[in-house]
C-alpha cells in the first residue's frame, strides 16, 4: 500500500467530521437566534436597552477577543481536550442562558457562551488537519465547515421561530444540549489528541493583551457602524490599536509567544488571511442591507426572510463543495481568484436593484454571490492552515477565525456606514414637504436618520403623505444598498487580483 493511500481518510475520519460540525453548526446559530426571541425575551425579563444590546453582541465579541488565545491554548493542552472542555462548558453555559431569571445572569451566561465558543472554532477547524492529511479531502471536508458555518447563520432563526411559537424564549438555547452531549460521548473515541510537543510557558500577559485589543476593536467598529465615529468609537478604536501594538512587541520579544508571528512570513498565510477578511466584509456588510431589504422593503417578517435566505445558502454549499473539483484542473489561487471575480458579479447584480420591489434581483445575486465567495472561502481557509506547521495548527486556525471576525464587524461598519452616509444625504435634501409638515420634530428625524425609522413614521401619517414617504425612503435606501454593492464587488475585484500572489508563494 502506497504512502498516499495510507494518508487518506476512512470511516472513522469522515465520521469524526460529523462530529466536529455539528458544534460548529451550533455556533453560528448562537449567533442569530436571538433576533426572533428579542421581544418575549424583553417582556420576560424587562432589561434595559444597554442590558438588550449587551445580552445580544456579547456572545460575538468574546468569541473573537478570545481565539487567539483558544486556539494557541488548544496547541499546547491538546486540542482535542480543548474542545471537549469547551463542548461541556458551553452546554453548561445555553443551559443557565435557557433558565436566566434576570438580564445581568442572561448577559453572565452569554459571556460565558462567547468564551466557550472560541475555544471549539478553532479546534474543529485545526483538528481537520489533524484528520485529513490527504489534500484534496482536506479541502473538501473544509468546504463542510465553511458550508456549515454559513447554514448555521440561516438555520438559527428558522428554528428560533418553531420553537418560539410552542415554548418559551429560553428554549432557542436548549437545542444547543444534545449536540455538545453527542460531541462530550464521540469525541474520546473519534478524535485523535494533538499538541505541540515543546510548547513552553503560557503567555498570560499577552493573553490578555490579546483579548483586550480584539474586543476593544470588535466594539469600536460596531459602535461606529452604529454612531458613527463619535467619542467612544474613537476611543475603542484607539484603545484597541494602543493594546494590539503592545501585544504585537510583546511577541516578537518573549522565547514562547501567544501567536507565532512567524506564521504571517509566508506570503500564502497572510494573503489568505487578508482574503478572509474581504470575504466576510463583503458577505456580511450586503447582508446587513439584503436583510432590511427583505423585511422593510417587501415586507416579510424575519421567519420569511430567513426562508429567502435559504437559495444563497444553497449556492454557498454548492460553492464550497465546488472547489475540491475544481482545484484538481486549476491552481487553487486561480480558482480564489475566479471565485472572488464571480462574487463580484453577484454584489453588481445587487448594485442593480431599483426603487420598485424586486426579489428575484435580490435572490439571484445574493446566489451568485454565495457560489463565487464559498471556494474562495474554503480555499483560503485551507492554505491558511496548510501553510502553518501542524504543531501551529491551533494557532493559524484562530487568526483564521479572528480574520473571519474582524471582516464581519468591518463589513457592517464599513458598508453600513456607506449606506446610512448615502440615505442621511438623500432624506436632508428630499424629505417630503407634505410628510415633515405633519410630523412631530422626533419622528421627523428618525425617518431622516434611518429608513426603519422612516417606515415607522409613514404609519402615522395620512395614507397618501405616508406612502410619499415610504417611496422617498426607499429610494434612498436602495441608492446607498447600490453603492455598498459597488464597493463591495471593487473590494472582490482588488482581491482577485492580489490572487496571484498566493500563486507564486505555494510554487
Do not use: C
Amino acid at each position: 500500500m502506497s504512502a498516499t493511500e495510507t494518508a487518506r481518510a476512512g470511516r472513522r475520519e469522515w465520521t469524526a467530521l460529523a462530529a466536529l460540525v455539528l458544534p460548529t453548526l451550533i455556533i453560528a446559530m448562537d449567533l442569530v437566534v436571538l433576533i426572533l426571541a428579542t421581544p418575549a425575551l424583553s417582556a420576560a425579563l424587562q432589561p434595559s436597552g444597554t442590558q438588550l444590546l449587551w445580552i445580544t453582541d456579547v456572545y460575538g465579541f468574546l468569541i473573537a477577543g478570545s481565539l487567539v488565545t483558544m486556539g494557541t491554548l488548544g496547541d499546547r493542552i491538546g486540542r482535542r481536550r480543548l474542545l471537549l472542555v469547551g463542548a461541556a462548558a458551553f452546554g453548561v453555559a445555553s443551559l443557565l442562558a435557557a433558565y436566566a431569571p434576570t438580564a445581568e445572569l442572561l448577559i453572565a451566561a452569554r459571556a460565558l457562551q462567547g468564551i466557550a465558543g472560541a475555544t471549539l472554532m478553532p479546534s474543529t477547524l485545526s483538528l481537520l488537519r489533524s484528520l485529513f492529511a490527504d489534500e484534496a479531502q482536506r479541502r473538501f471536508a473544509i468546504g463542510l465547515w465553511v458550508t456549515t458555518f454559513s447554514a448555521g447563520t440561516v438555520v438559527g432563526p428558522l428554528v428560533a421561530g418553531v420553537l418560539l411559537q410552542h415554548f418559551w424564549w429560553g428554549s432557542v438555547f436548549l437545542l444547543n444540549l444534545p449536540v455538545m452531549a453527542v460531541l462530550l460521548v464521540v469525541g474520546p473515541r473519534l478524535l485523535p489528541e494533538v499538541r505541540d510537543p515543546a510548547p513552553g510557558r503560557f503567555d498570560l500577559p499577552g493573553a490578555a493583551l490579546s483579548v483586550v485589543a480584539m474586543l476593544a476593536l470588535i466594539y469600536g467598529v460596531k459602535r461606529a457602524a452604529e454612531y458613527g465615529a463619535d467619542p467612544g468609537a474613537l476611543v475603542a478604536l484607539v484603545a484597541g490599536a494602543v493594546v494590539g501594538a503592545l501585544f504585537v512587541r510583546r511577541q516578537r520579544r518573549i522565547a514562547h509567544p501567544l501567536l507565532d508571528l512567524g506564521l504571517f512570513r509566508s506570503v500564502a498565510f497572510r494573503t489568505s488571511v487578508l482574503i478572509n477578511i474581504a470575504i466576510g466584509v463583503m458577505l456580511a456588510g450586503i447582508f446587513l442591507f439584503v436583510a432590511q431589504y427583505l423585511q422593510l422593503v417587501l415586507g416579510m417578517t424575519p421567519l420569511e426572510a430567513g426562508l429567502w435566505l435559504i437559495p444563497p445558502t444553497a449556492g454557498i454549499i454548492a460553492g464550497s463543495l465546488l472547489a475540491p473539483v475544481l482545484v484538481q484542473r486549476i491552481p487553487a489561487p486561480h480558482v480564489v481568484s475566479g471565485g472572488l471575480v464571480v462574487a463580484a458579479v453577484g454584489l453588481a447584480v445587487i448594485a442593480q436593484v431599483g426603487a420598485e420591489p424586486n426579489l428575484a434581483l435580490v435572490t439571484a445575486g445574493m446566489v451568485v454571490l454565495g457560489i463565487g465567495a464559498a471556494p474562495a472561502s474554503t480555499l483560503s481557509v485551507d492554505l491558511i492552515i496548510g501553510s502553518a506547521p501542524p504543531e501551529r495548527a491551533g494557532s493559524a486556525s484562530a487568526v483564521s477565525e479572528t480574520g473571519n471576525e474582524l471582516g464581519n464587524a468591518l463589513g457592517i461598519a464599513l458598508l453600513g456606514s456607506i449606506g446610512v452616509a448615502v440615505y442621511r444625504a438623500t432624506m436632508a435634501d428630499g424629505l417630503p414637504v407634505a410628510a415633515a409638515a405633519r410630523l412631530a420634530p422626533p419622528d421627523a428625524a428618525a425617518a431622516a436618520d434611518t429608513v426603519a425609522g422612516a417606515y415607522d413614521a409613514a404609519a402615522r401619517l395620512p395614507e397618501a403623505a405616508g406612502a410619499e414617504l415610504v417611496q422617498v425612503a426607499t429610494a434612498a435606501f436602495v441608492r446607498g444598498m447600490q453603492l455598498s454593492a459597488w464597493t463591495g464587488a471593487a473590494l472582490a475585484v482588488a482581491a482577485a487580483l492580489a490572487a496571484p500572489v498566493l500563486l507564486r508563494a505555494s510554487r
